[in-house]
Every structure is written in structure tokens, then in C-alpha cells.
């Protein structure tokens, strides 16, 4: 690759990075916090961006993110109260500055109006500066002296730019009332090189800064302000240590201090008729040291990271066969071979782990795009909507994160245009007029589980039958649940809403909803209050790699079921057991009645249910919180396998989620409890699933 263009996209790799951060800190101010941390971050975020944008000679983003950093810059000066209305066109003009990106990064243009209204909102915010307001209005300067006397926490810092800094548009104005805000400053501005009119280039940088700042900060600190720019000026940031309480008496001589003049600076009377100047003032030259709490980071690419995960994986089958290979041999656990091999087990388990941690992301890169979404969705509509995000920070594999971005925008969508109410509505309801969406991520047992849940009027469970009776979906006479009516809006093409929108309606597109999530192993379930809302649970793995399974024998086949899916393990006796047909039971369990599935039955491995109390079953929670007994013939026990794709080397089996390679060498099909159980048996014969295993096998 061209080492410009890997330069390039390294920069809008980071622009992502910095949009993320404008875009939390822009909430961040509307919800009330607008600390100076904050706004600054966000000034930073913009200023990034911009200052990259100028490298690539990407004008038009340049250009705009100047004027957005203007206004910043009038908010954090105080010059500018950040009101609503403020923050609607801040926010707007964060969205407009990530299409800038996306399309510089695209090499297309975008519309000049869309730039152009919001460049003319902020002229009418009259937020330029004026003569009277200069980013230097509130600097002392001075031509003659520097700040004495000197103070345990004194700096001088040398600036220097060079022309690389002006084409980047920078301003050392802002740089320097950025470390007035650190404390009190006095500033020396050296025109000595300034060349006459006629010798001048005007892409030079001619001026220099010599600035004494007197703060309680530390040098990190200091360096904070020049971050953007230090590789593109000359810096010296020292520190001067020394103690003087009244000027006009010279302080306390200590041995090795050593005496600093700088041209043009006057001393104190005092000072000036010491007999030792050399020993007054001690400068010290410090040099920059690795902050030990920062964290160090590498870019590498993700074939980089999916090859490495491979060949783990590859890692873990090889150690399985090995582990397989020394029990068919007899070897006993207290021989030498066995302690290195279980050694070898926990290692590859350790080395396996911290491989799958490396692909971990938080699931902010995907929560952080829904703002803008719902700020859309809410102007299309008429409606007054507020999101909350919860554990953002949460961690998942980043193939799970970029696979659940259209479901839950799908979802968003659907929440606001038909699951929250008109302000209307909600007024004359007694709610709020404006809406809430609550959109959260947490652990639980191993899983990763994503809500997205609203205020609004909820499931219409009447207009939900009527409309599945009308579309001929249930039996007029059907006798359905509360939870089995929510369920029917997962019914492809299925719709409750009265007019059509471009949009969406509660239910449209819900089909494909649950086909993405059921493909990454995923279940989704319905939570409804009439008048209350509705929450949308998913519930997903966290990595799409590995798997904690059990593994079970049916009809002399080995298969694994997802241990997340396993509630407990049971031995049913005769007495529990109530046959329906000849080939349906249930059990009865803790007063109720649970579905009892022969799965080898189902999967067509043989012709003859088995005989539930000769057999091991499994208590399986399914997608809606129901629960199934699957009957097998033995239990092999606990195991961490690795998760291989059936449809990319063989075709989608209906009942089969996935495969894997055992330690024996033979493959082992993954089930797909939810898709098994809902079709209770599958029409699939035995040869089809022997040939799966057999392509897998040879592809492996």
C-alpha cells in the first residue's frame, strides 16, 4: 500500500475515534454537563479533525470544522451560553461534520445547502470573534519582563512555530488562552526574525513565544495544550524551582543553583546588586517521561487478528485430539505425559482467551451512531424523544458488533415512530410530552444481552390478533397468550400500523429482526405493558468463535447444545412422564408441564421416539423464556469448542446452528435449540445430516 495512502486512512480511522467522542461529549453538555472538561474534549474532537483534514488538503471539511470550532471556542470563552437551541445546532453540525468525513473518506462532495444553512445559523449566532473579544483578551503581555519573582510551580515555556503548524489551521492564539486557563501567564512575543514586507513568505512563521506561566499544574499538563501541534513547532517547557517571597530581597541561596538571563528581562533591584547572581534562580531541563498510568496502543489490521484466532482455534482442535489420543492409549493421570498435557490443556485454554479478548470492543462504537438516528427519526416524526444508553463500555466480539448495528437501528426506528406517542397524546395521557428510549447493554450468564425499551402505549395485543386473523397468520377461535401475541409481530410481513410511513411500523421488518439475531445464536424477546411500553430484549454470544457447550450422544451421534441455553439436567422418571401420542410427551416438573423432544427423532437418526426414562434430558430456556426437555441417549460432559461455519462449507441445515471438530477427529454438530424445538420434529432425513458432517469433515 502506498504509504500516503495507509497515512490516510489511519487519519479517518481516528476521525471515527474522534466523532465517538464529539458526539458523547455533545450529549454530555444538552444533559447539563458542561464542565470545562467537557467542553474542551469537545473542542479537541473538532479541532482533530480539522487539524488532520488540512494535511489532506480536504478543504471543505476544513472549512466547516473551523466554523463549528468557532463556535466551540465562543462556548468554552464564555462568550456563548449553551442553550437548547445552541446544542440542536451543535448536534446537527456534529452530524454534518461526520457526512463531511464519510465522504471525504468516499472522495464524493456533498450538497453545498447542506453545509451552507448551518454556517449561516452560526453567523446569526454572531459567535465570530470581534476586536473587543480576541482569543488574547484576557493574556497579559509584556515586552520588557517575565514574571518574577518565582514560584515552586513556575514554567517557562520557548514556542516556536513552524509553517507546517499555520497549514494544519492552527492558532497559537488559542493555544496560548488555553494555558491562561492553567493559571497566571505572562507573555514575551519575539518578533526578532520578522523579515521586511517585501522579503516576507506568506506561508512562513516568523513569530515566536516566550510564556511564564505561575500554576499549580504539572508539566503533563502544560504539555496537554501543545498535543495537537508539538510536532509542529519548536517546544521548551522548563521548570522553574525556587522560592521568593517579596521581590525586592533576594530569597535564600542554596549550593548548585545556577543563575538564568534571558534577553530583555529586568531584574529586582535586589536581585541585580546580588553578589552571587549565579546562584539565585535554578532551571531545570526537563525532559519528557511516559506517563505510567497511560496505555499503551497498536493498530493492527483485523485479517491480522482473524488469521491469529484461526490458528488458536486450530490450537485448541489439535489439543483435543492430543488429550483424546493419550486416553485411548491408557496412559495413567499421574504419568508425566498426562501433567504436561493437562499443563498444556490450561495453557491453550489462557492463550485462547486472551486471543478472544483482543477482538473484545465495547459496544459504544454502536450505541454512539443511535443519537443521530433518533434525532432524525424524532424531526420526521413531530415527536419529542430523549435517549438513554446504559453500559456502553460493555464488551463484545466486534464480528457480534457489527452484525447487531441494523437490528437494533431497525428497532430504534420502530420504538419511535409507532411505539412512542404524539406529544399530544402523551399530554392528554398525563406522560411527558417527551418520549423516552432507553437503550442498554450488561453481561448475564455468559451472554451479552441488548434492551431497547420505550414509554410508549405498548402492544396493542386486540389489534395485533385481529390483524394476524385478518392476514389468515391464527384460527379466528385461536386461544393465545399475552407473550404468544407479542410473538406474532415477528410474523414476516406482519404490520400493525395504519398508514405507511418510510420509516417504519411496530412490526414491519420485525422477520428479518429475528433472522439476524437467531443467525449469530441470538434469541430476541418481548416485553409489553399496555399504556407502560414495550422492551425488546436480545440476548446474544459474546463471541461468534467459541463455544461453551455440552456434549451429548444421539443415537450414536455426538452433538452440542450451547450450554447458555441449559437451565439444569434431569433423569426422568415414569411417574413424571405423560405420553400425548405416540411420539409426544410432557413432563411434569415443579407443577407444570414442560415439553419432552426426542432430538435424535427429530433429526431423523432414528425411526422410534426413545424411551424418556432410559434417557438423559436436558431443561432448555427457549426464545420467549418458554422451556423444553431435548432427550438424549448419554452425556460425554462439559467443553469449550470451536465454532465452525455449516453454510459456508456445506448449506443451512434447519435444527443445526454451527459444527465443530472433536478431539477424535470427527465432527459434531451444533444444535439450534430454538429452531429444533419451535418445529418440535424436523422433516429431515438421516442421510442429509451424514453428509453435512462429511463435508464439514473434508473442508476441515
Not at 538564568?260 to 539565585?280: H, M, Q, T
Not at 393465545?480 to 415477528?490: G, H, K
Not at 414491519?508 to 424477546?525: P, Y
Not at 441445515?653 to 424436523?682: F, N
Amino acid at each position: 500500500m502506498d504509504p500516503m495512502e495507509e497515512i490516510r486512512q489511519t487519519f479517518f480511522q481516528e476521525c471515527e475515534e474522534q466523532l465517538g467522542e464529539l458526539e458523547t461529549g455533545l450529549l454530555n453538555m444538552q444533559a447539563g454537563n458542561q464542565s470545562a472538561d467537557t467542553v474542551n474534549a469537545v473542542f479537541r474532537a473538532v479541532h482533530s479533525i480539522k487539524g488532520g483534514a488540512g494535511i489532506f488538503g480536504l478543504d471543505e471539511l476544513v472549512k466547516f470544522a473551523h466554523t463549528f470550532e468557532t463556535t466551540l471556542d465562543s462556548v468554552r470563552c464564555g462568550r456563548m451560553v449553551a442553550t437548547s437551541g445552541v446544542m440542536l445546532i451543535l448536534l446537527r453540525a456534529a452530524d454534518v461534520l461526520a457526512d463531511l468525513v464519510h465522504a471525504a473518506r468516499e472522495n464524493t462532495t456533498l450538497k453545498p445547502e447542506q453545509t451552507k444553512s448551518l454556517i449561516e445559523e452560526f453567523t446569526k449566532l454572531n459567535i465570530e470573534p470581534t476586536e473587543t473579544s480576541s482569543p488574547l483578551a484576557n493574556v497579559s503581555v509584556t515586552q520588557t519582563s517575565l514574571l518574577v519573582p518565582l514560584h515552586p510551580h513556575n514554567w517557562k515555556i520557548t514556542f516556536c512555530p513552524h509553517p507546517e503548524l499555520y497549514v494544519k489551521a492552527n492558532e497559537p492564539a488559542l493555544l496560548l488562552r488555553d494555558l491562561r486557563r492553567l493559571g497566571e501567564v505572562e507573555v514575551v512575543l519575539d518578533t526578532s526574525r520578522l523579515p521586511e514586507l517585501h522579503q516576507m513568505d506568506p506561508d512562513g512563521a516568523y513569530l515566536s513565544w516566550t510564556i511564564l506561566l505561575q500554576s499549580e499544574c504539572d508539566e503533563a499538563s502544560v504539555r496537554d495544550v501543545f498535543e495537537f501541534v508539538e510536532g509542529d513547532c519548536d517546544l521548551n517547557i522548563m521548570a522553574m524551582i525556587v522560592e521568593a517571597d517579596n521581590p525586592e530581597e533576594p530569597p535564600e541561596f542554596f549550593d548548585g543553583f545556577e543563575f538564568f538571563v534571558s534577553n530583555n528581562v529586568e531584574l529586582p533591584p535586589a536581585l541585580a546588586a546580588s553578589e552571587k547572581p549565579e546562584i539565585i534562580v535554578k532551571i531545570d531541563n526537563l525532559t519528557t517521561k511516559p506517563d505510567p498510568t497511560a496505555t499503551a496502543t497498536i493498530r493492527v489490521d483485523l485479517e491480522r487478528v482473524d488469521r491469529m484466532i484461526d490458528l488458536v482455534g486450530e490450537l485448541v482442535i489439535n489439543e483435543a485430539m492430543l488429550s483424546q489420543r493419550v486416553l485411548e492409549a491408557g496412559i495413567v493421570r499421574a504419568s508425566g505425559v498426562a501433567v504436561a498435557l493437562e499443563e498444556l490443556e490450561h495453557l491453550t485454554r489462557e492463550i485462547q482467551d486472551s486471543v478472544m479478548a483482543i477482538r473484545a470492543q465495547p459496544v459504544r462504537s454502536v450505541f454512539q451512531r443511535m443519537p443521530r438516528l433518533v434525532r432524525e427519526v424524532a424531526a420526521q416524526t413531530g415527536k419529542q424523544v430523549r435517549l438513554l444508553t446504559e453500559g456502553e463500555s460493555t464488551e463484545v466480539d466486534k464480528t457480534v458488533i457489527e452484525r447487531i448495528a441494523d437490528p437494533l437501528t431497525h428497532m430504534i426506528r420502530n420504538a419511535i415512530d409507532h411505539g412512542l406517542e404524539t406529544p399530544e397524546v402523551r399530554q392528554a395521557s398525563g406522560k411527558p410530552v417527551e418520549g423516552t428510549v432507553r437503550l442498554a447493554a450488561l453481561h448475564r450468564s455468559g451472554r451479552i444481552v441488548v434492551e431497547v425499551a420505550d414509554d410508549g402505549a405498548g402492544i396493542n395485543r386486540n389489534r395485533v390478533k385481529a390483524k394476524a386473523i385478518e392476514n389468515h397468520l391464527i384460527n379466528a377461535d385461536a386461544t393465545l397468550s399475552d407473550e404468544e401475541i407479542d410473538n406474532l409481530i415477528f410474523m414476516p410481513g406482519f404490520s400493525t400500523a395504519s398508514t405507511v410511513t418510510d420509516i417504519s411500523g411496530r412490526g414491519v421488518g420485525m422477520d428479518v429482526v429475528r433472522r439476524s439475531v437467531q443467525a449469530l445464536g441470538g434469541r430476541i424477546t418481548i416485553s409489553s405493558r399496555p399504556g407502560l411500553g414495550s422492551t425488546f430484549t436480545l440476548s446474544l454470544p459474546l463471541t461468534l468463535a467459541v463455544l461453551d457447550g455440552m456434549v451429548v450422544n444421539a443415537a450414536a451421534h455426538t452433538l452440542i447444545v450451547p450450554l447458555g441455553a441449559i437451565l439444569e439436567t434431569l433423569q426422568p422418571r415414569a411417574q413424571d412422564v405423560h405420553p400425548l401420542d405416540r411420539q409426544m410427551s410432557v413432563l411434569s416438573l415443579r407443577g407444570g408441564y414442560v415439553p419432552m423432544l426426542d432430538v435424535a427423532l427429530a433429526l431423523g437418526y432414528r425411526s422410534e421416539a426413545i424411551d424418556p426414562t432410559k434417557s438423559v434430558a436436558l431443561l432448555v430456556e427457549c426464545e420467549g423464556g418458554s422451556q423444553s426437555v431435548l432427550l438424549f441417549d448419554t452425556i460425554q460432559g462439559q467443553r469449550q469448542v470451536v465454532i465452525k461455519s455449516l453454510e459456508a462449507n456445506y448449506r443451512a441445515v434447519p435444527g443445526i446452528a454451527a459444527a465443530t471438530v472433536m478431539g477424535d477427529g470427527r465432527v459434531a454438530l451444533i444444535l439450534d435449540v430454538d429452531s429444533i424445538v419451535s418445529t418440535s420434529r424436523l422433516e429431515l432425513p438421516r442421510v442429509e445430516m451424514m453428509c453435512a458432517a462429511d463435508t464439514l469433515m473434508e473442508a476441515s
